[in-house]
């Protein structure tokens, strides 16, 4: 039978093996468009390329263009409050605080494949959700799903999930993503005020990511300060339990970023 196939084949012309070829893209779903064929075709015969030179030069474009896709739609759905990059960092501000090698191999994002925790701690302005932001990016890049959420945000949104009873759904959302981002945890007095439960339900999502993903968590307060932020010793110390046990921790002490726009920021004349 195979035999008769490679037969049929070989006695067909050029024009019926490329009408042939792209019913087969079309059935396989692969979006190559007869001009593209054309010209693919054209280049081979010119420069006598190989079969699978032949094959990667046509279709490596379409896959290069639905890889791309695929990243744009990560990056979406992530939320970034900032599409922030490495690239853009101004490592020399605080050079002795940040550990330019150290943040670049967390960028190779193998700690999320290992289900790694990443907690940064340090006071505001000094890069930590820069550089967290960044490496969500590279993940997204190389084919992670990743979910950016300030504390304020998960508190509220969890808060509301509470009132419609849709709590359980609420946190399944929040174990999917492969990395989850926890930015300004510290920041969010109001919110913890306003929901009486709202350090319970920051556990909750702690708590149930636990062995199944990363989570990424940037404050602004030590470890000996979440006794009295989360206004619960024990909570607190489960929290730890649950979120430090093996973490990759970084700690930040530098100068703020921000102050020195201020301070460098033109100032206007005095009327």
């Known amino acids: 039978m195979r035999g008769q196939k490679s037969a049929i084949a070989k006695t067909m012309n050029p024009a019926t093996m490329r009408e042939r070829c792209l019913n087969h893209f079309d059935i396989l779903g692969i979006p190559v468009a007869p001009e593209a064929l054309d010209?693919?075709?054209?280049?081979?015969?010119?420069?006598?390329?190989?079969?699978?030179?032949?094959?990667?030069?046509?279709?490596?474009?379409?896959?290069?263009?639905?890889?791309?896709?695929?990243?744009?739609?990560?990056?979406?759905?992530?939320?970034?409050?900032?599409?922030?990059?490495?690239?853009?960092?101004?490592?020399?501000?605080?050079?002795?605080?940040?550990?330019?090698?150290?943040?670049?191999?967390?960028?190779?994002?193998?700690?999320?494949?290992?289900?790694?925790?990443?907690?940064?701690?340090?006071?505001?302005?000094?890069?930590?959700?820069?550089?967290?932001?960044?490496?969500?990016?590279?993940?997204?890049?190389?084919?992670?799903?990743?979910?950016y959420k300030t504390s304020a945000k998960i508190i509220s949104e969890l808060t509301s999930s509470l009132a419609d009873k849709t709590l359980p759904q609420e946190l399944r959302g929040y174990t999917r993503p492969q990395l989850?981002?926890?930015?300004?945890?510290?920041?969010?007095?109001v919110e913890r005020l306003e929901s009486p439960q709202a350090a319970h339900l920051l556990y909750k999502v702690v708590a149930s990511r636990s062995q199944q993903g990363s989570t990424a968590l940037i404050s602004n307060i030590d470890f000996d300060q979440w006794g009295d932020y989360l206004i619960d010793g024990p909570l607190a110390m489960a929290f730890l339990d649950r979120l430090v046990e093996g973490a990759i921790i970084i700690k930040i002490k530098g100068d703020s970023y921000r102050a020195r726009s201020v301070r460098s920021a033109p100032q206007k004349p005095e009327k």
Do not use: M
Request: net charge positive; aromatic share 8%; with cysteine.
């Open 39 to 147: 010209a693919t075709l054209l280049r081979a015969e010119k420069e006598a390329l190989p079969h699978l030179s032949f094959l990667d030069l046509l279709l490596g474009e379409q896959a290069a263009c639905r890889r791309e896709r695929s990243i744009a739609r990560r990056i979406s759905e992530a939320r970034f409050a900032e599409r922030k990059t490495l690239e853009a960092f101004d490592w020399d501000f605080n050079k002795k605080a940040i550990d330019r090698q150290q943040i670049e191999q967390l960028a190779a994002c193998e700690f999320i494949g290992r289900k790694t925790n990443l907690i940064f701690i340090g006071q505001a302005g000094v890069g930590k959700s820069h550089i967290v932001q960044a490496i969500g990016l590279r993940a997204c890049a190389l084919g992670y799903r990743v979910l």
């Open 180 to 189: 989850l981002i926890i930015d300004e945890f510290g920041f969010d007095r």
